[in-house]
């Protein structure tokens, strides 16, 4: 709770900020503790369904915590056409889990964007703000478990 | 005043090139978004070291720069001032290039782009054809500017329309000649930016706002991120000329968060600004005073609309309103506020730097200037291109794109994004233009010029948008809510081989109600990418429903992988690649694919070599005869 005061103290106490403080604390705890909300409302002087309203409105926060490595899918037409797809599909199959999800050991975390806007390389996935581009779904396995790899 | 401020804006410029001199060859490399993803960045540090290695920094510096928009060659390095054009450039080419070429004068032939149609290698940039056709205005300085470094845009006259603007001209004056230049808002409707500067300088207001539109959200468009990264000032730039015409005293620049580069270039570039004395109170010395603020948007499709985006500003959920209102009479916080597209305040230090006159002499009689269309898909040159209005999309695909790759058949192009279309071969020689766009059933959008193949289901894509849109709808109005869902639910049944006849009827009618009911621009626009399909590719449509065949081979359903006995050679590079263990067989004997355990995620296709092609995929008839053989026991246990 002191992290998220000293987050608050930063900005103004009014409404225009909720979005910018919104993805700072997403940014210090990897997602929004629903025992910040009271707080932040009282300071804003907003009303806590109002906050919650908009933080389930934006796909950029979230209110459990994301897995340690993040892998998103592109899904933009570009990657589409492409045969992003598969990819995710591949992604699904071998985490186990659905675009949105987290695993349950907390490792991964897989999104899907809608364009990250470098349709030249597509179809993409990042893991962990690295790009990959020109996927195929042979190589999934293989940038999976060079993560695994780089956790021992 | 107007002497004080053009002495010091010109000396400034005077002592960047006089501190320049010295550096007669200059290595540029492409730090577009495409080119980091390919490791631009290791490209230019090792060029930095190996120039140093080599005692030549005091001639030759290097250049991180914006978008070359030739992103399917990257990482792209340009050594000017000759323009040599080297594409694909990894870090063990350098230290060749540095000896070979900058300090030997010797082209390194491997290097260079050659050029499909002629066989012939391409020396300089402009030469390329990719680049050959384009005319290149708002993007042109991108492959000169170092985006970091505010001295490179004022080094090229940067900054130069807004001390006219600020000292020579009054706000009506510059209305009147970007209405007389009749540039056109490039976020996608074409409302006439001057008339939009006007109805907001005349409403009654002590606070006026400006923003710049830069959730680039319609997917596979990424100009106005190209520009944020590549060009910053030329935004700012634009943005404060436009703030002045309106009389605002603040701005927002609202980003996408997925753009994390062109957050971090756009606010560098407004604290570089502010140091020039070129945002802030008295700018540039006179009594205009205006800032600009970045907002990072928070993943939300709808907030590209514009009432919406004012109610993300405003911290709240990015619902549209009703307008009237509009916002040039009440938008934020209820203020008076000018909205437009990154590109077109990009068009604007051009347009007074060059005359209404000139501007107005390119394009079409209704669309003028240039558009940059981000060409993507199955192009062989994927990249951004800028071209006048007017162009047709033939050349476009066939010239600067050099065609379609792997020498497949041309389907569609897709504009407008998820607000857009699919147009057809037989309207490959429309001249684009707003109005052309709209009368074939789509739009111009953004500027996402999304180039499908033969192998590609327009069906399947219809499903996609209006997947999209229906994820993307705000839920405020019940006809963009529930009638986007009704939509997608009818499309991915025809996609799973479960339509049935009254189905085209069902999403024509629909489609018709949604944009005619729907609160604001993406409900009104969420059903043009099916109704542009069934205008232009009924046939594949009917196929789905009638035949349970998917032509292109896409929708999973309807198709079956197939390993052909007699192409096989047993080298069991399908068997390893299948993630199920669907595919068994001996080396050097036929494998076979047990069409249950199958999920068709297509890795014994994309693995199988090109000089075999033993895997082939089968819709309809032929599907249903590959299954029939599979099941009996005769032929495979």
């Known amino acids: 709770m002191e992290t998220m005061k000293k987050i608050l103290s930063r900005f103004d106490q009014a409404q225009k900020e909720l979005i910018h403080i919104l993805h700072e604390i997403q940014k210090e705890y990897n997602h929004i503790p629903p025992e910040v909300i009271p707080e932040m409302a009282e300071k804003l002087k907003i009303s806590e369904s109002e906050i919650f309203g908009v933080l389930t409105f934006y796909n950029a926060f979230t209110l459990e915590p994301r897995g340690k490595h993040l892998v998103t899918i592109c899904m933009g037409t570009a990657c589409h056409v492409r045969g992003a797809p598969m990819i995710l599909d591949e992604f699904q199959r071998r985490l186990g889990i659905e675009a949105g999800q987290t695993s349950e050991d907390k490792e991964f975390t897989l999104e899907r964007v809608n364009c990250v806007g470098a349709c030249a390389l597509g179809p993409i996935a990042i893991i962990d703000g690295e790009y990959h581009g020109q996927m195929k779904t042979q190589e999934v396995q293989k940038l999976l478990k060079a993560i695994d790899r780089t956790d021992e | ?637």
């Open chain 2, 1 to 637: 005043m107007e002497e004080v401020y053009i002495t010091r804006l010109e000396r400034t410029k005077a002592e960047i090139l006089a501190s320049r001199k010295q550096a007669m060859t200059v290595v540029t490399v492409c730090g577009g978004t495409g080119c980091h993803a390919y490791g631009c960045l290791k490209v230019a540090q090792a060029f930095e070291e190996e120039i140093k290695r080599q005692n030549l920094h005091r001639q030759v510096s290097v250049r991180t720069t914006g978008c070359h928009g030739f992103c399917e060659r990257g990482p792209i390095v340009v050594i000017q001032p000759d323009g040599i054009f080297y594409q694909r450039v990894q870090i063990p080419d350098i230290q060749e290039i540095v000896t070979e070429t900058i300090k030997n004068k010797k082209i390194l032939d491997r290097l260079l782009y050659v050029d499909p149609k002629t066989k012939k290698s391409v020396v300089l940039e402009k030469e390329v054809p990719f680049y050959k056709t384009q005319e290149r205005i708002v993007f042109g300085n991108n492959g000169f500017i170092d985006p970091k470094d505010i001295r490179d845009y004022i080094a090229l006259d940067g900054y130069k329309a807004l001390a006219k603007v600020l000292f020579e001209m009054t706000a009506e004056e510059v209305i009147d000649e970007i209405k007389a230049s009749n540039l056109r808002g490039r976020g996608g409707a074409g409302f006439p930016t001057g008339k939009k500067w006007e109805i907001c300088r005349d409403s009654k207001s002590d606070v006026k706002y400006i923003i710049c539109n830069a959730d680039e959200g319609d997917p596979g468009a990424y100009m106005d991120r190209s520009l944020l990264e590549g060009n910053p000032h030329s935004v700012i730039e634009g943005m404060i000329i436009g703030a002045y015409a309106i009389g605002a005293s603040e701005g927002y620049i609202y980003v996408r968060m997925e753009y994390p580069l062109a957050v971090n270039n756009i606010t560098l570039a407004l604290e570089q600004a502010r140091e020039y004395g070129l945002l802030g109170q008295s700018i540039l010395g006179s009594e205009f005073h205006f800032d600009i603020h970045v907002f990072r948007g928070a993943g939300a499709f709808v907030s590209g609309e514009e009432t919406s985006m004012m109610a993300s500003i405003e911290g709240k959920r990015a619902f549209p309103k009703q307008r009237p209102p509009f916002p040039a009479q009440k938008g934020l916080w209820g203020n008076p506020t000018n909205i437009n597209n990154v590109e077109t305040w990009a068009n604007v230090p051009y347009i007074i730097n060059r005359g209404a006159e000139w501007y107005s002499g390119i394009g079409t009689p209704t669309s003028k200037g240039t558009k940059i269309f981000s060409l993507v898909g199955k192009i062989n040159n994927t990249g951004l291109v800028e071209v006048p209005m007017g162009i047709t999309m033939r050349k476009i695909v066939y010239d600067i794109g050099g065609g379609i790759k792997n020498n497949k058949k041309f389907k569609a192009v897709q504009t407008g994004g998820p607000s857009g279309g699919c147009l057809p071969a037989q309207l490959l020689d429309l001249p684009i233009d707003y109005e052309s766009l709209t009368r074939a059933g789509s739009m111009m959008g953004s500027g996402g010029m999304i180039v499908m193949d033969e192998e590609n289901c327009m069906v399947d894509v219809a499903r996609y948008f209006l997947n999209f849109t229906q994820e993307e709808s705000c839920g405020k109005c019940v006809p963009c809510r529930v009638g986007t869902r009704q939509l997608v639910e009818i499309l991915t049944r025809i996609t799973q081989g479960k339509g049935e006849e009254e189905d085209i009827k069902k999403l024509q009618n629909l489609s018709k109600t949604i944009k005619s009911t729907s609160l604001c621009g993406l409900g009104q626009t969420a059903p043009n990418p099916v109704l542009t399909t069934l205008r232009y590719f009924r046939d594949e449509y009917e196929a789905h429903i009638k035949e349970k065949a998917c032509p292109a081979l896409v929708c999973k359903e309807l198709i079956v992988y197939h390993i052909e006995p007699e192409k096989c050679v047993g080298c069991l590079l399908c068997l390893k690649s299948c993630p199920v263990e669907a595919i068994s067989g001996e080396r050097k004997k036929v494998h076979v694919i047990d069409q249950d355990l199958c999920i068709k995620c297509g890795a014994c296709f994309d693995i199988c070599p090109p000089k075999v092609r033993a895997v082939s995929k089968y819709t309809g008839k032929k599907k249903e005869r590959v299954l029939k053989k599979a099941s009996d026991p005769r032929v495979n246990r």
